[in-house]
């Protein structure tokens, strides 16, 4: 079965971190380039943080650049998200999604692009 697993979500104070993992089972991450997309209560899905297959490009929202951090371990069919400074706006579900490139590039912050998808996790901040 071919899935995104998504763990690490929780409740968290304002000024808290966390990290999310996205782990793949059933294919491996090696030819896909992947974004974080999160969804708020009565909001729209939005693109967080991508990275590319190599994991030498990455992109971030601007409400996130300089607080959240993405990376990936090709080895382990990981991605991460390092989030710092968390900020009760940045609450929501987080969700990845895999998509598969050609070449080392960034996949865009469009959702229906994506290959797969994970279930999501929760995000809580507030004090």
């Known amino acids: 079965q071919l899935q995104l697993v998504e763990s690490g979500g929780g409740l968290v104070q304002p000024g808290g971190s966390l990290r999310l993992s996205c782990v793949a089972s059933g294919f491996t991450l090696d030819y896909y380039a992947i974004t974080w997309f999160r969804q708020a209560p009565r909001k729209e899905r939005e693109g967080v943080s991508g990275i590319s297959r190599s994991g030498s490009r990455t992109n971030y929202a601007d409400s996130v650049k300089g607080r959240f951090t993405i990376s990936r371990d090709n080895a382990k069919n990981t991605v991460y998200l390092q989030m710092n400074g968390l900020k009760p706006e940045d609450t929501a579900i987080y969700f990845c999604?895999?998509?598969?490139?050609?070449?080392?590039?960034?996949?865009?912050?469009?959702?229906?692009?994506?290959?797969?998808w994970g279930q999501g996790t929760q995000v809580t901040v507030s004090s």
């Open positions: 999604a895999a998509r598969w490139k050609f070449e080392d590039g960034l996949a865009a912050f469009e959702i229906k692009d994506y290959d797969y």
